[in-house]
């Protein structure tokens, strides 16, 4: 049974950093792209940063220079580091699988406020 699990999200100043994983438990994790994607309240979904087999990777613009995805093929794990957060980066962060995208997490909420 294909499982994303996502942590480390929570609340944080603006200006400061927080690390969100992901624990893939999915067949050939090497093989596939990951991705997070984010959603903020009344906002349609947004891809944030993509992964790709080969260690390629893409941002949205809003985070080139703050955000790193990265990926522990060993572990089976994706990591979003952010800093220099924004208010406009909280939202619930989803962690997926497959391009195009085949599976989903449940989300970490992050908050960035004083």
């Known amino acids: 049974q294909v499982q994303l699990v996502e942590s480390g999200g929570g609340l944080v100043q603006p200006g400061g950093s927080l690390t969100l994983s992901c624990a893939a438990s999915?067949?050939?994790?090497?093989?596939?792209?990951m991705a997070w994607y984010r959603q903020a309240p009344g906002k349609q979904r947004e891809l944030v940063a993509t992964i790709s087999a080969l260690g390629i990777t893409n941002y949205v613009t809003s985070v080139k220079g703050r955000f790193t995805i990265s990926r522990n093929n060993a572990g089976n794990l994706v990591d979003l580091q952010m800093n220099s957060l924004k208010p406009d980066d909280t939202a619930v962060y989803y962690c997926?699988?497959?391009?195009?995208?085949?599976?989903w997490g449940q989300g970490t909420q992050v908050t960035v406020s004083s």
């Open positions: 997926t699988a497959g391009w195009p995208t085949l599976y």
């Open positions: 999915i067949p050939d994790f090497r093989q596939y792209t």
